[in-house]
């Protein structure tokens, strides 16, 4: 009986995901309806102004109270008392700059003694009016110094300008006939006996509109000044304005204008037309603020627009009061709440459509599944399956197909490893060819072998040999996979490769010499890399051979492996193991080398018999592809003089050539054979029937 399992239709699934579109739009537009509400609440104007309110209090009553608290500090302490004279002028100059530092909104600090006797340290933006340096020629934070005393046509000014090292310009001295003790500030703050805020002014040095706080010296010896520029107070209020339109001013009990904030640019879009106006109207609501001593909070309208005007005064301090007034356009002051009202409409369309075309998307998300699976597929069939990402979906159908595609491509993937990817597109384009039997053709074989395999083998862990064997084995079919090699057999440390079969490969012969060139590159590297952690090394030796045999299925009907059958795999193997005499890494047969004469390197090893045969053979070295000729000329020039004696029979001749050889490359292993065998010959005389062969008495 077959397991239910749980599933829905593919009506339901539409329907079902209509309803996952409208519910979450809907809410949508109930989340877009609060949000409207409550953004008009957060963007009230009365919220608005009093934080701005807030903000200019703290500005001015924490900003002031921090220097009068200076100021009285400065006033207790004996430096400021009139009777330590001029000798105290230095330390009081360097207090009075000390003040600017650690208090930015203060232009400039001075104090002056009631016997007329003046010193002011201020900074560049409140210079004293007196011949000044070009400012070029004074770092941005200099400050002058200015001391003044003496009585009638004897005083004196004396100024110059100090920088934050303490270096200072040359001390100019010219008559003047300021006062301090006829200037407000020291009037007034005499008068009261405390900390006094003037009312804003223009600086009598400078251009910069600004108000000063006097403290008194104790026991009426004077007065330490302060001045604040309002500058900064600007930038606060153009910061806090409310809408792009907004006017923002304060002004003072005596209904002047103190500072505003800075109009909308010019020329840039949004600006509304009305702004001198509305500065006009607001400059009439302070007025009237102060005289009805109220707060103002109407509507009016200004040059075609709405605007609403909200004026009241701040608390006191320092026998000042300021009136805080804004002039808002009122279209500005709920256009965010008109925009998501506007939004929600279109979000309610847009509802309307997508519930339409719903079903259409439903539709498409199923056919893109569909086609997914259908390209995975195609994949597979074509043995790539670096595809790994199941396809997902909800729809019970297509899931099922995705997983059993899924499973299917993970047992090919794992199948795959142990058969090659080029045999199985052969049956499967072919497959009558799956059957028992085979074609003869024309094939090169590759046998490769590890020297002295058994001793490492003995003196590793068996889990620490498999590891080690597989990244050999990676290094070395990789580079016969990537010359169109087919790895036939692992047999313990050795590998069997061929070419030519099962696809055809008219270069098979170049191809299977590139791969041993590769593959003894690359093992060697391998090497390298392990002797330098320590570790024992695989010295990798190859056979190349040539010729015809049969390739195909062998074994039973029921299981069958896809190998070669002749004697050419034979030879292969005896040209791996001839690597050993002669201490070569590639040896290949005269056949091989006569098909790639033209596009390797080959150095002609030696001509010899086989134990058991008559039939002489030639074997040789690549030592590289053509375009490496350069690099051995000499040495093979030498070889081959060498080699050629040896063949005639002139020993002693051959001899030397060979020791030059070995001095040349003194790791040449076929040098160091001829070398022995010569001075053999010449200790105990040419063998009979001397033709240049060697013939070996065993296998």
């Not at 019970?396 to 597109?425: I, N, P």
């Not at 391998?526 to 330098?532: F, M, S, T, Y």
């Not at 201490?583 to 080398?593: D, R, Y």
């Amino acid at each position: 009986m077959k397991s239910f399992r749980w599933s829905v239709p593919f009506s339901i699934t539409i329907l079902a995901l209509m309803a996952l579109i409208l519910a979450p739009l809907a809410a949508a537009l109930l989340w877009l309806g609060w949000r409207s509400v409550s953004f008009v609440e957060r963007l009230s104007g009365d919220q608005r102004v009093t934080v701005l309110e807030q903000a200019i209090e703290r500005f001015v009553s924490n900003g002031l109270r921090g220097v009068v608290s200076v100021g009285q500090t400065l006033a207790e302490t004996p430096v400021f008392r009139i009777d330590r004279g001029p000798e105290a002028d230095d330390e009081r100059r360097r207090q009075l700059a000390a003040s600017l530092t650690h208090h930015p909104l203060v232009g400039a600090a001075y104090v002056a003694f009631r016997d007329g006797r003046f010193l002011y340290v201020g900074r560049r933006e409140t210079y004293w009016d007196v011949p000044r340096l070009p400012f070029e020629d004074q770092k941005p934070d200099a400050v002058q110094v200015l001391t003044i005393e003496g009585s009638g046509s004897e005083r004196r000014e004396t100024w110059w300008y100090q920088e934050p090292d303490g270096s200072r310009t040359k001390k100019r001295v010219q008559p003047t006939d300021y006062d301090p003790l006829s200037r407000r500030w020291y009037i007034d703050t005499m008068r009261a006996g405390k900390a006094v805020l003037t009312p804003p002014y223009r600086f009598v040095q400078s251009d910069r509109f600004g108000i000063s706080v006097g403290v008194p010296l104790a026991e009426d010896e004077g007065v330490i000044g302060f001045d604040f520029t309002l500058h900064a107070l600007s930038q606060l209020l153009t910061a806090y304005k409310i809408t792009e339109n907004a006017v923002i001013m304060v002004g003072n009990s005596l209904s002047n204008v103190v500072v505003q904030s800075q109009p909308c640019a010019a020329g840039v879009q949004g600006c509304l037309p009305g702004d001198a106006q509305a500065r006009e109207v607001l400059q009439r609501t302070i007025r009237e603020t102060i005289e009805e001593d109220r707060r103002i909070d109407r509507v009016i309208d200004i040059d075609g627009n709405a605007y609403r005007l909200i004026a009241h005064r701040m608390a006191p301090g320092f026998g000042q009061q300021f009136v805080v007034a804004a002039a808002v356009p009122r279209m500005e002051l709920f256009a965010a709440s008109r925009s998501l009202i506007e939004r929600a409409a279109i979000a309610a369309a847009i509802t309307v459509a997508l519930a339409v075309v719903a079903a259409l998307v439903a539709s498409w998300l199923v056919s893109r599944s569909i086609a997914r699976i259908a390209a995975k597929t195609e994949r597979i069939r074509n043995l790539d399956f670096s595809d790994r990402l199941p396809v997902r979906s909800h729809i019970t159908e297509v899931a099922r197909l995705s997983d059993s595609v899924e499973r299917m491509r993970q047992g090919l993937e794992v199948f795959g490893r142990y058969v090659s990817k080029h045999l199985v597109q052969q049956v499967m384009r072919s497959p009558e060819s799956s059957g028992v039997g085979g074609v003869r053709r024309e094939v090169t074989v590759m046998f490769t072998d590890i020297e002295s395999f058994s001793l490492l083998s003995e003196t590793m862990e068996p889990e620490i040999l498999t590891g080690r064997l597989s990244r050999y084995f990676d290094v070395l079919g990789t580079a016969i996979s990537a010359n169109r090699g087919m790895i036939d057999k692992y047999i313990g440390d050795s590998i069997m490769a061929f070419w030519n079969a099962p696809e055809p490969d008219p270069d098979h012969v170049a191809n299977a010499c590139r791969a041993a060139l590769q593959a003894a590159a690359a093992s060697n590297r391998l090497c390298e890399r392990w002797a330098a952690r320590g570790r024992a090394t695989f010295r990798t030796r190859f056979g190349l051979h040539t010729g015809r045999a049969v390739v195909g299925n062998v074994g039973a009907s029921e299981r069958i492996n896809y190998t070669l059958v002749g004697p050419v795999a034979n030879q292969a193997s005896r040209l791996e193991g001839l690597n050993k005499v002669y201490g070569t890494e590639i040896l290949a047969s005269g056949e091989v080398v006569q098909l790639t004469a033209d596009r390797f390197l080959w150095r002609h090893i030696d001509r010899i018999v086989a134990a058991g045969t008559t039939e002489a053979h030639d074997i040789y070295e690549p030592l590289g592809e053509e375009g490496d000729a350069v690099r051995h000329s000499g040495f093979l020039a030498q070889w081959r003089c060498s080699h050629a004696a040896y063949d005639a029979g002139r020993f002693e001749e051959a001899l030397a050539g060979f020791r030059a050889i070995s001095a040349m490359r003194p790791d040449d292993g076929p040098s160091r054979v001829f070398i022995d065998r010569c001075t053999a010959f010449l200790r105990d005389g040419m063998p009979p029937g001397w033709d240049g062969a060697w013939h070996f008495d065993r296998k």
